[in-house]
């Protein structure tokens, strides 16, 4: 038992360092990889922990159960949102709508009209940047556009433009198998076919070069 224990926390920890080699270089020193150790968490994420520091947390039981490809991907999807500046952050808006709605209350006991409209409007501002942080058809461009660059770190790594899009296909389809919750699959249903549009073009593009250059080839 303490030798499979043994084993299994080597192989945890020559996973973590493997992708720490993933990184770009110029995000090595600020950006760190570490295995969750939350109740049910995601499968991966991006968490801001201090000031320009970045932890990117793994569920590793669960990420164990996909092949090394599909891993690679979307390690490298949550490096592109890093890249984007699209991870979560702790913000002040739901301490402001606290205080704006206990202010609206206190405000309305003792009927100062200025004051309610001060705490009507703290309201107001934090409930719309919860709302813009929180909008669906947001999160999912941005989801969309850091599968994009996801495929771009993918071909820096070294691998082709076809086969960094069939690992990121193949790994969003293995997210909609292991995902329970509707909606949540939906999310990653709409990244699949847009990620499918995109590889559509980039294959049409590939073509019309390999045309030109054919084209130059006789011609030229």
């Known amino acids: 038992m303490t030798s499979y224990a043994t084993s299994s926390a080597r192989s ?21 990889v570490e295995g969750t150790t939350e109740v049910n968490p995601p499968l991966i994420r991006c968490e801001e922990i201090g000031k320009d520091q970045v932890e990117i947390q ?18 490298w999807h949550e490096v592109a949102r890093i890249q984007n500046d699209t ?6 808006e ?5 205080i704006g709605l206990g202010g609206a209350v206190g405000e309305l006991w003792v009927q100062d009209g ?17 709302y813009q942080k929180n909008n669906g058809e ?7 556009d850091a599968d994009e660059k996801a495929i771009a770190l993918a071909t820096r790594f070294g691998y082709s433009l076809p086969n960094a899009y069939k690992s990121l296909g193949s790994a969003l389809k293995a997210m909609i198998d292991l995902t329970p919750a509707k909606r949540q699959r939906s ?26 250059y054919q084209s130059e080839d006789i011609y030229g």
């Open 12 to 32: 945890e920890m020559s996973e973590l360092r493997r992708l720490k080699g993933l990184l770009p270089p110029e995000m090595q020193s600020w950006v760190t």
């Open 58 to 75: 793994i569920d590793l039981v669960k990420w164990d159960q996909l092949a090394m490809d599909q891993r690679n991907l979307l390690f």
């Open 87 to 92: 991870i979560p952050r702790d913000g002040w």
């Open 94 to 98: 739901m301490a402001a709508l606290a």
């Open 114 to 130: 200025l004051l309610l409209l001060l705490a009507l409007g703290l309201c107001g501002v934090s409930g719309w940047r919860l």
């Open 138 to 144: 947001r999160t999912l461009k941005e989801a969309i």
């Open 187 to 212: 999310k990653y249903e709409a990244r699949l076919q847009a990620l499918k549009r995109s590889a559509n073009k980039a294959k049409a593009k590939m073509k019309a070069s390999r045309e030109d």
